[in-house]
């Protein structure tokens, strides 16, 4: 499914690097992206699944075209990276909280040590 998206985004993007006349670099996605949420918010409300999903898809949407964007300048690896990314973040700090009588506490020591950890990993990549 989510190469279904990508390809569908890879198509957007292009179009709006050929000539849309509203688009403004990846600065477009980001005022896209701070536009969807009040509307999400909006449609959180009782027997309204069908506008908050399609809301819901408007800032997937928007962030596969910054990905999308971010990709061609060479800053991020796509989609799959930074998905393999985050499934080790947030699992490291679930099975922190799981094991934990202290939730908070242990949601910030496994954050502060994955924080040190991106610190050693950006100075190996870039130093």
């Known amino acids: 499914m989510l190469e ?3 390809n569908i985004a890879q198509e957007k993007h292009q179009i709006d690097l ?3 006349s509203w688009y403004q670099w990846m600065q477009t996605y980001f ?3 701070k536009w969807e949420i009040p509307e999400v918010e909006e449609e959180l409300k009782e027997n309204n699944q069908v506008h908050l999903e399609d809301e819901l898809w408007d800032i997937l949407w928007t962030y596969m075209l910054l990905i999308e964007w971010l990709e061609k300048k060479w800053m991020v690896r796509w989609l799959e990276k930074i998905i393999a990314r ?3 973040k947030y699992e ?3 099975n922190a909280v799981k ?3 202290n939730e908070k506490r242990a949601w910030d020591t496994v954050k502060a ?3 040190q950890k991106l610190k050693e990993e950006h100075k190996e990549k870039y130093w």
Request: hydrophobic share 30%.
């Open 4 to 6: 279904k998206i990508r």
């Open 113 to 115: 040590l994955q924080k």
């Open 31 to 33: 005022d896209y992206l």
């Open 86 to 88: 985050a499934e080790i």
């Open 92 to 94: 490291e700090r679930i």
């Open 99 to 101: 094991n934990s009588d």
């Open 18 to 20: 050929n000539g849309n």
